[in-house]
Structure formats: structure tokens, C-alpha cells
């Protein structure tokens, strides 16, 4: 059974920054693209940003894009995402995800919150 | 970006009952389609992907088809773990998209 953590959510505040971290384990972590997927509170599912699997290409969200950033370190088994200008619309649970090699995914992290509120 | 359109958003049905999820695509997708559950306060879990692959490990009663812009998801024989929201996902360009979600609870 692979695990995905996800960690770094909080509360901040309108216009601040914050990066989550996802740590993988119990699979070759540097072989897989991975996903940042979001989830409103109360809300479906939005798609933010993927990464391939050597670091070499990120695509974002129209609703991210210049603002949020992926990365991953593949030594430490770790994906990240940063988020600045965050605004209350960035108000969700933040769920790293196991991607395939067709782009979609299938296995999900816990998630973790980001509150946006002064 | 493609657009996915999810239908019903809700639904009431009773244990043993069938039940069809239909996703709608704003343009063809070829069968690069995903369906998945979710619980509430639980991560999704995919339940079918390629548009009609079940993932392993998932019961038979779940069963997708469709090409190109119409997609459907069935369940026959609805089980009380089956109440959950689900959500198609398409992955055929970037960026991916997901269906609005169709809850289905117990009537």
C-alpha cells in the first residue's frame, strides 16, 4: 500500500504565502508524475497542477497558474507546492495524488487544509 | 479546456437498485476517462479508469462505458457502501478536468 502524507496547511492570510509538502513512500517515487488536486469546502474536486515525473515539465490550473508552483525532490521522496497571493478562494483540502502513465491518477494522499482568512 | 458535465448532480436510491452517472464532455476525449468515490471526510478513490478498466480491487457491480463525449458510470445492485459522491475526470488534455460530482444517497 503506497502512503502519501501531506503537510504545510494552515491558516494564513489573504495575500501570504505557504508551501505543502507531500512525502511518498512504499513506491518509486521518482518514476511517477505527480498531481496537486484541490477540493472547496463543500465543493468538487479541482485539478491544480501535475508534474512529470523528472521534474522536466509542470502544468497548472488557469486558476493557479503564475501564482502556485510544483516541484519535487526526488532524493527525498518529497512533492511540493508552493502558493503565493493566496486569496479566500484558495480555502480548500489540498490532496497530493499518484499519477499514471496516462495523466490521471490513482492513489490519493489524507489532504490537508488551507484556511485563507484574516 | 474541456468541460465535463455530470448528470444527475444527486440522486435517491434504495440498496439493491441500479444506477447510471452520466458524464458529458465538451468535446471527445477519445476513452481517456476516470470515475472516481468519495466518502465524506475521505480522500477519492479511483474506481475505474480508460473509461471502462475497474480498477483492481473494486467490486464488479461497478461497470463504465461511452467514447468520444458521453460516458456512463453503473452500479448494479447498489450496496450501502455505495452511498458517496462520484466524480469523472478527464485526463485526454491538460488541463484535466472534473465532473461537477453526482451524490447518491439512500432513499
Known amino acids: 500500500q503506497i502512503q502519501l502524507v501531506e503537510s504545510g496547511g494552515g491558516v494564513v492570510q489573504p495575500g501570504r504565502s505557504l508551501r505543502l509538502s507531500c512525502a511518498a513512500s512504499?513506491?518509486?517515487?521518482?518514476?511517477?508524475?505527480m498531481h496537486w488536486v484541490r477540493q472547496a469546502p463543500g465543493k468538487g474536486l479541482e485539478w491544480v497542477a501535475l508534474?512529470?515525473?523528472?521534474?522536466?515539465?509542470?502544468y497548472y490550473a488557469d486558476s493557479v497558474r503564475g501564482r502556485f508552483t510544483i516541484s519535487r525532490d526526488n532524493s527525498k521522496d518529497t512533492l511540493y507546492l508552493e502558493m503565493n497571493s493566496l486569496s479566500a478562494e484558495d480555502t480548500a483540502v489540498y490532496y497530493c495524488?499518484?499519477?499514471?502513465?496516462?495523466?490521471?491518477?490513482?492513489?490519493w494522499g489524507q489532504g490537508t487544509l488551507v484556511t485563507v482568512s484574516s | 479546456d474541456i468541460q465535463l458535465t455530470q448528470s444527475p448532480s444527486s440522486l435517491s436510491a434504495s440498496v439493491g437498485d441500479r444506477v447510471t452517472i452520466t458524464c458529458r464532455a465538451s468535446?471527445?476525449?477519445?476513452?481517456?476517462l476516470a470515475w472516481y468515490q468519495q466518502k465524506p471526510g475521505k480522500a477519492p478513490k479511483r474506481l475505474m479508469y480508460?473509461?471502462?478498466t475497474l480498477q483492481t480491487g473494486v467490486s464488479s457491480r461497478f461497470s463504465g462505458s461511452g467514447s468520444g463525449t458521453e460516458f456512463t458510470l453503473t452500479i448494479t445492485s447498489l450496496q450501502p457502501e455505495d452511498f458517496a459522491t462520484y466524480y469523472c475526470?478527464?485526463?485526454?488534455?491538460?488541463?484535466?478536468?472534473f465532473g461537477g460530482g453526482t451524490k447518491v444517497d439512500i432513499k
Open positions: 468535446q471527445g476525449i477519445r476513452n481517456d
Open positions: 495524488a499518484r499519477g499514471t502513465q496516462s495523466f490521471d491518477f490513482d492513489d
Open positions: 508534474i512529470t515525473y523528472n521534474g522536466f515539465r509542470e
Open positions: 480508460a473509461t471502462s
Open positions: 512504499k513506491f518509486t517515487f521518482s518514476g511517477y508524475t
Open positions: 475526470l478527464q485526463y485526454n488534455s491538460k488541463p484535466l478536468t
